[in-house]
Structures are given as C-alpha cells and as structure tokens.
C-alpha cells in the first residue's frame, strides 16, 4: 500500500459445494464442534452422550430436508462486497465550497461520496483543548480502473485556511481496486498557535492521482473521534528506544473466523492462528484488542493453488490501522500460485508519549483500544489463477505487557473503539457467555435454510430435548 507522511457469515460457510461441504469432513464439522461438541449449545447447563446424539440426528434431518426441497449441488459464490458501510451511518453531501460545508459531530459515522476533479468540504466546531480525528475511506467500484499513484488526500484547516495536518494514501503497486483509508487531525499544542483556537475548523477531502476515464465518483465512509486533554501535563518526548527485533513467529493450528467487510463489522480476534477463504477483489477487517504497554504484529500466509507461470505483483496487502483507522504499516506479497506468507514490520508498545515521534508506526500508536488489519486479495488473482476463494491464514500476535493509560479530563466519543479488552476470555477475543447468542443465532440460521421437511424433523427433535430438559430439572 502507498501510504504517505459480529463472527463470520454462516452462509457463508454454506455456499460453494454444498456436496462437498456436507461430506466427508464438512459433515462432520456440522455434526460436531459447531452445534454438538464442546463449543455446542448450552441450554441444558450440561452436556450429555443423549444429547450429542440427538443433536447429530436434527442435523441429519436438516441437511435431508434440504437436499429433498431442491437445493442444488453447486452454488455460485457471490461477487465480493467492496466495503460493508457503517449502518448507523448518515448520509451528507460533500459540497464544493466551506460556505456550505456539513457539519460533523465527534464521535460519529457518516457516508458521502467523492467526485473525481472536485474537492469535497465538511465542518468540525471544535473546542480549545480536545483532540480531533477524521478518517475518510474511499471505495471505488470494484472494476474501476486505478493505478499505483491513485488515492486520496484528507486535510483540516482552520478558519484563516491554515493546515492543522494533511495525510495521503495510494493504492500501491498492486493496482486493486479497494478500500483505502487517510486520517487528518486538529491536535491542540502549547508549543504552536495553529490549530489551537476553538471554533470552525474543514475537513477537505480530494482524489490524488491520475484522472479515471470513466469519471465515476467513489463512495465515502468518513468517520470522526474526539480524545479529550489529560488532567495534568505528561512528557513530550517520544520513548527513546523500543525493542524493534521482530517477535517468534506463531505456530499451530488456525482456527475458522471469517473477516468483516467493513472497519464496523471487523472481527475481532485474539493472538492466535485465524483461518479465512477470500476471493480475488476482497477485502476482510480484523479488530484487535490492544492495551497500554502492549504492541499488535500479524502474518498474512497465502496458500498454494498450483504453481503459475507469471507473478502477479502485490497480490496480497496486509494494512494495520489504530482506533481511529489511522495507517501505520503496511506489506504486501507476490504471488506465482505456491504458498506465501509477509509480514507487518514491528511497532513500539501502545504509550501516549508516541504521539511525539517522528513516524507514521510511532505516533500512531498513541492509545489503546481496537487496532485493526486489513486484508485485500488483488483482483488480478483471478486472472491468472482463478475465482478462487483463496485460503488465508492470519497468525496474529499481542506483544508486551499491559499498564495503565494517563488519566483523561473527559471522554472518549466514541468510547467503544478505545476501550480497554476487559473480558476477554475465549479466543478471539469473544467475551465469556457470549457463544450463547452466537448459538442462537445458529439455531435460526439452521431452521431458516433447512426447508420445511427439515425444519419440521428439527423442530420435533428439540421439542422432546426441551420437554425432557423439563423433566430432568424438575
């Protein structure tokens, strides 16, 4: 990448070869860990051998009532979404001139869009001691036409057109297109005049790059955070050394999450192995809990798909993004059809004095909270090795150890994006007692696709199970 100064779908585990799904292996994944294992429901308190095997029945009866209503033996995968947009998001207009510029509220979402030759302009009021972030991504369609050089720039100005800050962000060698995201900030200093006042402050948002011959306006996603001031003064020198040496690479054996489409549905996920299928032109989001004292690292891994007689170039890009969706590193692979893996370059632990140091990955790194990666599968895979879907392999790591943050005079908007990852107590990071509604929603998942034969034997199934369950209890 050219950067300048809920869990997975269930359909989606259920399209492609349903056949070959519910054979073999994927038949005895359904059978198992899924609903009648040790992950499976927990209505009953415990879980019993009658209880496994009935499970194992109900799903049978499911995938025969299905097959019996005419559910074909192929699927044809869906075409990627270019981005899942916040859906709280406003929309609003991105106008030409700060005389009518929207004005934007801290810690909300919005949507808009971006000509290709006209800057777009919003407003922020701002106070004299709060921090304020914009984060604006860009979605062109998927079959636009962009080069290395193409992107966005985000800036904020004050009122006399003074720059508070300025970020550009490219799509990079790979030429994809994709999602790409630039942050511009105000941020109060005593050692500067500018951008201290309170008062109108704009954000411009505007394409870099080549024109596109199609002059096809991309989607915006804009995003804005407030931090609020310390209640007393901290040092304004960046931590002089951090450990740099990149850590153990991890091993074992990955287990299944599917990414999110969107910065507002990321999956959250833990230090561990994560395992994903993605198709040519998609994009996945990954959320990851980091606190104060502590550092995210990943490894992307491409898996082999029979070797190829050409390379595509930056076929795979790995992006890690802070709590507000700033940019801090980025890598990307080649790609000739065997196994590949890259890795993200190592980031000093979570400390608010970073914010004084002299890169991008440094300053970043200035609060805790939910730390994302993103994950983009280049459109010209398909070209030379097929539609895929693609197996990708996540090893994610949390190095350091926690401490304390500076205390605030105030409040984070939004507060969730920079929450501390309290609870954490499954892996990635699903808190305790949560795999209940995540069963839940499985048993309706399983009803509504099952049909009517099989919908009908289930149901029967876990009218005994409840009325025995009854029984048993009283």
């Keep these: 990448m050219g950067h300048v100064p809920r869990s997975g779908d269930w359909f989606g585990d259920w399209s492609g070869d349903w056949s070959g799904d519910w054979s073999g292996g994927g038949f005895g994944d359904w059978s198992g860990d899924r609903f009648c294992g040790e992950k499976g429901w927990r209505v009953m308190g415990r879980r019993t051998a009658w209880w496994r095997a009935v499970c194992r029945v109900a799903v049978v009866a499911v995938v025969l009532g299905a097959a019996g209503a005419g559910v074909p033996s192929a699927v044809a995968a869906p075409a990627p979404t270019p981005y899942g947009f916040a859906p709280d998001a406003t929309t609003v207009p991105g106008v030409g001139s700060t005389a009518d510029a929207v004005g934007l509220q801290p810690g909300r979402t919005y949507r808009s869009s971006l000509p290709v030759s006209t800057d ?53 060698g790979g030429s994809s297109a994709r999602p790409i995201t630039a942050v511009a900030m105000r941020e109060p200093s005593a050692a500067r005049s500018r951008c201290a006042e309170p008062g109108a402050y704009y954000v411009v948002v505007e394409r870099v790059g080549t024109t596109t011959p199609d002059d096809v306006a991309w989607d915006l996603e804009l995003a804005t955070f407030s931090e609020p001031p310390l209640e007393k003064a901290a040092p304004t020198d960046a931590p002089e050394a951090w450990d740099s040496a990149s850590p153990e690479p991890l091993t074992g054996e990955a287990v299944r999450r599917d990414g999110g489409t969107g910065f507002a549905s990321a999956v959250s996920v833990g230090q561990g192995a994560w395992r994903s299928d993605v198709s040519p032109g998609q994009t996945v989001f990954y959320k990851v809990p980091v606190d104060w004292g502590e550092r995210p690292y990943a490894t992307a891994e491409l898996a082999s798909s029979g070797g190829g007689s050409r390379v595509v170039v930056g076929a795979l890009e790995l992006s890690v993004h802070n709590p507000v969706r700033a940019p801090l590193d980025d890598v990307s692979l080649n790609y000739d059809g065997s196994q590949r893996s890259a890795s993200l370059d190592p980031l000093p632990p979570v400390a608010y004095e970073n914010r004084y140091g002299s ?49 605030y005079d105030g409040r984070f908007e939004p507060q969730d994006v920079f929450a501390s990852p309290v609870g954490v107590g499954e892996p990635g990071g699903v808190p305790s007692g949560a795999g209940d509604a995540e069963d839940d929603d499985a048993l309706m998942t399983v009803v509504a696709v099952s049909g009517i034969g099989g919908g009908t034997v289930i149901l029967g199934v876990l009218g005994v199970w409840t009325t025995v369950g009854r029984r048993r209890a009283s």
Excluded: W
């Design 120 to 172: 777009v302009y919003y407003r922020l009021d701002l106070d004299a001691t709060s921090s304020a972030y914009i984060s604006a991504t860009a979605v062109p369609p998927a079959d636009a036409p962009v080069s290395a050089s193409d992107g966005i720039r985000v800036s904020v100005h004050d009122a006399d057109s003074r720059f508070c800050s300025s970020e550009t962000e490219t799509f990079g």
């Design 359 to 407: 890169t991008d990955k440094v300053t970043g790194m200035r609060f805790g909270g939910s730390y994302y990666l993103v994950v983009h599968l280049g459109a010209q895979v398909a070209e030379r090795f097929g539609n895929g879907p693609f197996a990708l392999t996540l090893r994610v790591g949390i190095d350091g150890a926690q401490r304390g943050g500076p205390a």
